[in-house]
């Protein structure tokens, strides 16, 4: 059966004098942009994914990436490739042949069932000729000597609630659980809550579920508690800030609280009217994945007014009164 060319170069944005430095830096870029677990549920970002990952593997090992190398030249004189209606690629000089075994130097081979399940991650082009040796039930081809644990019942897997705190989520925590196994132990497991999580959304540890060949996988589902002083909206926080009459009438610096604790004071301009939100750039929370890209955060301003004032308080605000007329 024909199977469709890859171009892989052109999958990673390099050119095909590229070295191992160039091939490295595109695909970390790539992959930093597309995984999975930066892009839950958007089908498109893991099928790219996939392609990049399938290019990394085949570029950054020397004999592959020959091998490829010697396919695409025929590719282009030809416009077809040995093989494209079924038949193996040989290829020249000593590069494995069709049906090698290799090992990953990408995501590695546990990570990818973890991502994917059970199908292969890699194109028919990529099977056809670098062969993934891919061993998820579902995959088209096993491993030799993957026979006994193909056939061993997997591990079931465990999902379980877990509550935390928007200062939790704002910065990151652990959480120590205690898990029962089928029979009757117990063991205590320390998993690490990314920041920048969401209220509903689902965390994968993998291998750490119910005992079996392979285990199962641990899914916590993560539910955010209210915090009374900020209101989430996206990335960004809203809370708001006491400001005393004569600093929002003179200006000066209030103090605003963030999430995880700390206080850094705002700057209150001259005139500022009650309810005017003013914004501290990148204070808001993180985008899961990318600590360094959060939110903003808005404090609404609360004039305090005075409310017990002495008799000289009192007759310089009149005469405050009658100079505006």
Not at 59 to 74: F, V
Not at 194 to 212: H, K, L
């Amino acid at each position: 059966m024909a199977v469709d060319y890859k171009d892989y170069y052109k999958l990673l944005g390099v050119s095909k004098d590229a070295d191992q430095k160039e091939i490295q830096r595109a695909f970390r870029r790539l992959a930093r942009q597309y995984h999975p677990d930066v892009n839950p549920g958007d089908k498109e970002a893991e099928n790219k994914f996939k392609e990049i990952n399938e290019a990394n593997e085949v570029l950054s090992d020397p004999e592959k990436r020959k091998k490829y190398d010697e396919m695409s030249t025929y590719y282009q004189q030809y416009g077809s490739y040995p093989g494209a209606g079924g038949a193996g690629f040989a290829g020249q000089g000593t590069g494995p042949r069709p049906g090698g075994q290799y090992q990953y130097r990408t995501v590695n081979q546990e990570d990818l069932e973890d991502l994917f399940g059970g199908d292969s991650p890699f194109s028919d082009f990529f099977e056809t000729y670098f062969h993934s040796g891919f061993s998820g039930p579902n995959a088209r081809r096993t491993r030799r000597g993957d026979a006994a644990s193909a056939r061993a019942r997997a591990g079931e897997d465990v999902e379980a609630d877990i509550e935390i705190t928007l200062s939790d989520t704002y910065q990151g925590t652990t959480r120590t659980l205690e898990l029962s196994e089928p029979d009757g132990s117990s063991r205590r497991l320390e998993v690490k809550i990314p920041a920048g999580v969401t209220d509903g959304a689902r965390i994968r540890i993998a291998n750490q579920g119910m005992q079996g060949t392979p285990r199962g996988h641990l899914y916590l589902r993560v539910h955010v508690t209210p915090d009374a002083r900020f209101t989430l909206d996206g990335m960004d926080l809203r809370s708001s800030v006491d400001v005393p009459l004569t600093i929002a009438m003179l200006g000066g610096e209030a103090p605003v609280q963030l999430p995880d604790g700390r206080r850094l004071l705002l700057r209150i301009p001259p005139g500022t009217d009650n309810g005017r939100a003013l914004r501290l750039r990148g204070k808001g929370m993180p985008r899961m994945g990318h600590p360094d890209e959060r939110g903003d955060l808005y404090a609404e301003v609360h004039v305090v007014l005075p409310t017990q004032l002495t008799d000289e308080q009192r007759r310089l605000f009149e005469a405050f009164a009658h100079s505006l007329g």
